[in-house]
């Protein structure tokens, strides 16, 4: 690594003027490219202070051994010169967005004398029509639906030599998906007749074509030739499915790309809609891995940089509009920019409302999903699991395999309704049966530490009264029973049958098995409180971290400085999964604490009175002033109420008793809603 002031340029060498800049490494290799409205503004920012900077930049940095700069004229040049050589270089420290495969595409190949309908990916073909991007199981079924309407050639060019030598039609031929022009069913100009319309109806004109053969249908019928009628009918609700599959969602005149994204503190997933002619002709997808520290702003520019400046160059397919969720950096720079690659203007919005909002909101869900089932499969993949418990172990440099690891988490709204969760993962795997819930009142509440400190203590304890159990019970099983003159007796005796009899059972334990990683979330002060829980009960062989939410790193007790996982690490995975997973179990069960707290009732502070005896009363008297108003004896009338019971509702409710309130007051009603629930 080299030392960031070795090769630090002086400041006043740096100019004021917008430009591009470049980190190289000790070989030469660029790592980093960027841009700046004032290069001499952001690169001092990466020397001023270098401790200070956030673990990427920080990575960075470091990793460089020189940076140099060109100076353009505008902003809008600047932003051409970073994407070429973004393009060129590929730096490792630049957000990439890659796609795990291409889209493909259906094409119409016009360029040759008998044009053939085909799946085709990569770059586009001089003399090829495409239609698209479809997902691979939506364009084989159009295909093969259209093929039976359109009889366009489909079959490759060696199979096409080889019908046209035996003077035989391949299977498609014989089966009537092909017109068979190998073989002259048919002249090439009513091939490509059928491949124009093939590529008309594609283009949006499927109307046309459906009131034609339901014309054609008619006269079928007229003259009672219904076998023709017959297939025109199945040829028609061939076209009707295939064109309902693309359904309007906007102006028949929108041409527009959708994009979407759904972000974490260390990836997100973008969605795009492509719509054509107001319908959604097909559907993109791509993962980032956020190695930089970039806004979402940021994010949408780099993801249109990239995406159109390869796909619009190669392929050609950039729209008239551009609808993103947050408008990009430099947007007025980014819309002449693609406004020069696609030859025509080019508008960048974010729609508020309407049709367009709400398909963003469809497009945003896809993302959503998108980025939830990337994390699940790289969580279920067991060869993945493996080595992200090996990296923590190693990373934390445990002496132990981290066999089950439990995750602690407290949640609250402004102090009220303390609770706290524990998840547990053993083998990389959540296992759910062993998730608890705590309750956190009195002077644990008071703030987070306590809090950790008080559920922590509760858990090891539950623990340590479990361990102590199945020690005494396996040793009273262990040891021999003796006879009235102090001999042991034999295996299998009558007095040893009476033993197992006596024998207490062992009870069912509950937190027999102690992790080996506890992780808290939070940093230093939660981490130091946690360990103080377990050095007060005597526990020394379970390992404590936090991981703190905002920069993701890993506290350990008692350290002034955290442990800074790779941001592609799969053991950071692993941590962060754990703590979302017990975020959202404490949030949960905070949440139906908080709902129960809303509705209170003045027959809850009576003792011995639970809920369904509470609603035997109710039942019995129909509402609460009158169950006050009842004597010990009335109330006895009431389904499951003894005279103990009695005696105690009458004293609660009585001036003297606890629950003595006055008679104005409102005994049970929603605190959230105001609807009076008993009167």
């Known amino acids: ?25 000790p070989h030469g290799r660029v790592i980093y490219v960027g841009k700046a409205k004032n290069l001499r503004s952001r690169l001092n920012s990466y020397f001023a202070n270098p401790a200070g900077l956030l673990p990427k930049t920080h990575a960075m940095v470091y990793a460089a051994s020189s940076v140099e700069w060109t100076v353009v004229g505008s902003e809008l040049e600047s932003l051409q010169l970073e994407y070429t050589w973004i393009k060129e270089f590929k730096p490792r420290f630049n957000v990439v967005f890659r796609d795990d495969k291409t889209y493909p595409y259906l094409a119409v190949t016009m360029g040759e004398k008998l044009p053939r309908v085909q799946v085709m990916r990569g770059e586009r073909r001089k003399g090829t029509r495409y239609f698209g991007p479809y997902t691979a199981g939506a364009i084989r079924e159009t295909m093969d639906t ?106 028949e005149d929108t041409d ?25 002709r097909g559907q993109r997808g791509w993962v980032v891995e956020k190695v930089e520290d970039f806004t979402t702003p940021d994010l949408v520019e780099h993801l249109l940089q990239q995406v159109y400046g390869e796909d619009a ?72 699991r493996s080595q992200a418990l090996q990296e923590l172990q190693e990373a934390l440099e445990l002496p132990v395999p981290l066999l089950r690891i439990e995750c602690f988490d407290v949640s609250h709204v402004q102090g009220t309704n303390v609770v706290a969760s524990m998840v547990v993962v053993e083998d990389g795997l959540p296992k759910k049966s062993d998730y608890r819930k705590f309750s956190i009142t009195g002077a644990a509440a008071t703030d987070d530490t306590a809090a950790m400190h008080d559920v922590l203590t509760r858990r090891f304890r539950h623990y340590l009264v479990d361990k102590t159990a ?21 295996s299998g005796s009558a007095a040893d049958a009476a033993l197992a ?72 995975y692993m941590l962060q999964r754990i703590r979302d997973e017990a975020h959202r179990f404490a949030i949960s069960f905070h949440r139906q604490k908080r709902g129960k707290a809303m ?21 019995h008297f129909g509402s609460v002033k009158k169950i006050k108003a009842a004597t010990a004896e009335e109330l006895t009338a009431a389904k499951g109420v003894g005279p103990a019971l009695a005696a105690a509702i009458v004293t609660h409710f009585s001036p003297a008793g606890a629950g003595g309130a006055p008679e104005d007051a409102v005994p049970a009603i929603n605190m959230t809603t105001g609807e009076v629930l008993e009167t």
């Open 599 to 619: 509705t209170v009732s003045a027959l809850d502070g009576v003792p011995g009175l639970g809920d369904s005896k509470r609603k035997a009363l109710l039942a």
């Open 146 to 251: 259209l093929l039976r309407v359109f009889p366009v050639r489909s079959c490759s060019a060696g199979v096409l030599k080889r019908a046209q030598a035996s003077g035989r039609p391949c299977l498609l031929g014989y089966i009537d998906k092909c017109s068979a022009p190998c073989v002259g069913r048919v002249t090439p100009e009513e091939h490509r007749a059928l491949a124009e319309d093939f590529c008309a109806f594609m283009g949006g004109e499927a109307k046309r074509f459906i009131a034609r053969l339901e014309k054609e249908m008619g006269a079928a019928v007229a003259i009672l030739d219904y076998e023709r009628a017959a297939r025109l009918r199945d040829d028609i609700t061939a076209l009707k499915k295939v064109f309902e599959r693309n359904a309007v969602v906007l102006a």
């Open 501 to 572: 009899d006596t024998t207490t059972p062992a009870p069912k334990a509950k937190f027999a098995y102690p992790p080996n990683l506890v992780v808290v979330d939070g940093g230093k002060p939660q981490v130091n409180a946690a360990a103080r829980a377990l050095e007060a009960l005597g526990i020394d062989d379970v390992y404590v971290v936090g991981l703190a939410k905002r920069l993701e790193e890993v506290w350990l007790p008692d350290s002034d400085f955290p442990v800074i996982l790779a941001r592609s690490s799969q053991g950071l």
């Open 470 to 490: 199945q020690v005494e019970t396996a040793e009273l099983v262990a040891t021999p029973a003796a006879g009235a003159n102090g001999s042991a007796l034999a």
């Open 313 to 384: 160059e190669i392929q050609g397919r950039l729209p008239r509009e551009v609808l993103v969720p947050v408008e990009p950096s430099n947007a007025q720079d980014l819309a002449a920019w693609l406004g020069g690659i696609r030859g025509a203007k080019v508008d960048i919005r974010v729609p508020q409302r309407g049709d367009k909002a709400a398909l963003m909101s469809t497009v945003r869900d896809n993302a959503e999903h998108a980025l939830r089932l990337h994390k699940t499969r790289r969580a279920g993949d067991l060869t993945v």
């Open 1 to 25: 690594m080299a030392d960031p002031s070795s090769y630090r340029p002086q400041t006043g060498e740096i100019p004021t003027n917008p430009g591009v800049y470049r980190f190289r490494d």
């Open 256 to 280: 527009a790309d959708v994009f979407a994204l759904h972000e974490d503190e260390l990836e997100a997933a973008v969605q795009v809609f492509h719509v054509r002619g107001g319908r959604v």
